[in-house]
């Protein structure tokens, strides 16, 4: 069964576009794709940099103890971890 697609629609300055469309041409697809793809590293930078994130030795220290204590049962913790991922 093929999936559907979604439409997005956006307004851009013919400058913008000229832009672009130099760009998708350097990399031999059309700007739809040149778009999506731009669009969809950015998101996944963006999720990732909300995701990821690095601590110092002590605060690492701390934040294994935390993981190392049993945890709770909580149903709005269940939900998110059950979730899928935006990009998935």
């Known amino acids: 069964m093929a999936t559907k697609t979604a439409p997005i629609n956006m307004r851009v300055e013919p400058s913008v576009r000229n832009i672009i469309d130099a760009a998708a041409t350097v990399l031999k697809v059309d700007r739809t794709v040149f778009i999506q793809q731009a669009a969809l590293a950015h998101a996944k930078e963006v999720l990732a940099s909300q995701r990821d994130f690095l601590l110092n030795d002590t605060a690492f220290a701390a934040f294994e ?9 909580d149903a709005g913790m269940s939900d998110l971890l059950n979730r899928k991922a935006p990009w998935e």
């Open 65 to 73: 103890e935390a993981m190392d204590q049993p945890a709770n049962a």
